[in-house]
């Protein structure tokens, strides 16, 4: 009934027909005190289909922004704002300062903060348009220092874990029976590791079984396990350093993990100048001393599988001779809609997992990757899990999601809109590359119109999708770079 509703996929709602100027202010800081003076730049740049331009005196005056006073400069007659607003967001009181604008686009200018002005966010409106803000607050230069030192081993299965606190005067000495606290809660971990950029690392095992879900639960990247995992509470320990300024903590009862986690440290005290200052520190736990990662060509594939497995240390080394199992497994989405009171509807969706088979075992070379072809034992939408063992028979795992597209319908989980996502084979493309996509639609076939814009519309297409083989095709022209979005 609302039509294609643009806030249901993340695209910016700006209307950019009334004026396509626009004003950004970079600030010499950001957080100030009464009394100090914040210095500001300015730059006006004109939205174009190549990206930004300088305003010039061809362009037209803007329309139907009455927000946006001009002058007219003296070097090439192009309207500027003249005037911008120093706005805070409390009380709206508002500051007017004047803009002198150069053949560049650029502005100086300069406030001095009054000792009696209000606490709290500026913003700086230019032409009806926030340019950017600041803060005015209170605070005071603190007089100590503290330092949470985590464990220098990798912490692989661990049952507690000991770290080292330091407090000192920054005029020298240690801060001797000061009174701490520790606080410590365990948090989802993103393992990343530079030279093996592409792959997924430490996904954790799959779970066969059936799962009752919502469109609003399920995720493709396992985000929904990692934000069950952080409902965590906190834990805090009390205690008093010793007299040289230090403590050694140790947190205990740590749980046992199937993948990696991230604890979280944060140490307060309480600093001489009467505020509480804290100082923290992350220590990742890992389940194994190996971590097995999973890197697909696309996942979006017709009837083959070919990936990457790469095994590593936790310092990110290779690890070769790791012996490797990886298994296919299969996730298959229903979806049902039920009739409520009064004549709505509602979706129910299930997903059920089931093992299929092996796809492939080996051991790894000597960059720490084994190389996987094969052909796709079933249709829709696949799950390959990588699992390995350590020394000490710890075991490491990671899985992920291919989609192989078939001569059955694909299905996917439904709700009670019209909402459609397209999702890119992969994050990036070069010009020249074909690049491909998913439509995920309620509907079993439709007329799609495809456009590629940047700041407007650079070409249309219009395709024939079926559920048989929901994707699509758009050529990247060279003209496309830096950006564009579908």
Request: charged share 25%; with cysteine; proline share 6%.
């Amino acid at each position: 009934q609302n039509g294609i509703e643009p806030w249901r996929f993340h695209l910016n709602t700006e209307s950019l027909d009334k004026d396509s100027r626009f004003v950004a202010t970079v600030f010499d800081r950001t957080l100030l005190r009464a009394g100090e003076t914040v210095h500001m730049k300015h730059f006006l740049r004109r939205r174009v289909g190549a990206g930004l331009a300088l305003v010039k005196a061809a362009d037209p005056a803007p329309r139907n922004v009455p927000s946006w006073p001009v002058q007219e400069a003296a070097a090439d007659k192009a309207p500027r704002p003249s005037q911008g607003w120093l706005v805070h967001q409390g009380s709206g009181d508002k500051t007017a300062f004047a803009l002198a604008w150069d053949a560049a686009g650029q502005s100086h200018g300069q406030w001095s903060i009054p000792l009696e002005a209000k606490l709290g966010q500026y913003d700086v409106i230019i032409g009806g348009q926030v340019a950017g803000s600041f803060r005015v607050e209170q605070f005071r230069v603190p007089t100590m220092k503290a330092v949470l030192k985590a464990p220098v081993e990798a912490a692989v299965a661990p049952r507690s874990i000991t770290l080292d606190a330091q407090v000192n005067y920054l005029s020298g000495g240690p801060a001797g029976l000061a009174p701490v606290k520790l606080r410590t809660v365990l948090e989802p971990a993103a393992i990343q590791f530079g030279d093996y950029e592409g792959f997924a690392f430490a996904g954790g095992d799959v779970k066969e079984g059936v799962k009752q879900e919502s469109v609003q639960e399920e995720d493709e990247d396992g985000e929904g396990e990692a934000s069950a995992d952080a409902g965590e509470p906190a834990r805090t320990q009390s205690l008093a350093l010793d007299r040289a300024g230090g403590a050694r903590i140790t947190v205990p009862d740590l749980p046992q993990l199937e993948r990696p986690r991230s604890l979280l440290a944060e140490l307060s005290y309480q600093d001489a100048n009467g505020e509480t200052l804290t100082a923290s520190n992350r220590v990742t736990l890992w389940p194994a001393r190996l971590v097995v990662g999973i890197k697909q060509d696309n996942w979006i594939s017709k009837d083959s599988l070919k990936f990457q497995v790469a095994v590593l240390d936790v310092k990110g080394k290779p690890a070769p001779g790791a012996q490797v199992e990886v298994d296919v497994f299969q996730r298959l989405h229903y979806a049902h809609r039920r009739r409520l009171v009064g004549g709505f509807y509602a979706y129910e969706n299930s997903s059920e997992i089931k093992r299929i088979g092996a796809a492939c075992a080996g051991a790894t070379d000597a960059r720490g990757l084994l190389l996987c072809e094969l052909k796709a034992p079933a249709e829709g939408n696949l799950i390959l899990r990588a699992r390995t063992r350590d020394a000490e028979g710890r075991a490491s795992a990671t899985h992920s999601d291919v989609w192989i597209a078939g001569r059955r319908d694909s299905w996917f989980a439904a709700s009670d809109n019209d909402r459609i996502d397209l999702l890119p084979v992969k994050p990036r493309f070069e010009p020249g590359e074909n690049a491909s996509f998913q439509l995920r639609m309620p509907f079993r076939a439709a007329t799609v119109l495809v456009t590629v814009e940047r700041e407007g519309i650079l070409d249309t297409f219009v395709r024939r999708i079926s559920a048989e083989d929901p994707t699509i095709t758009v050529p990247m022209k060279a003209s496309y770079a830096p950006n564009v979005f579908v």
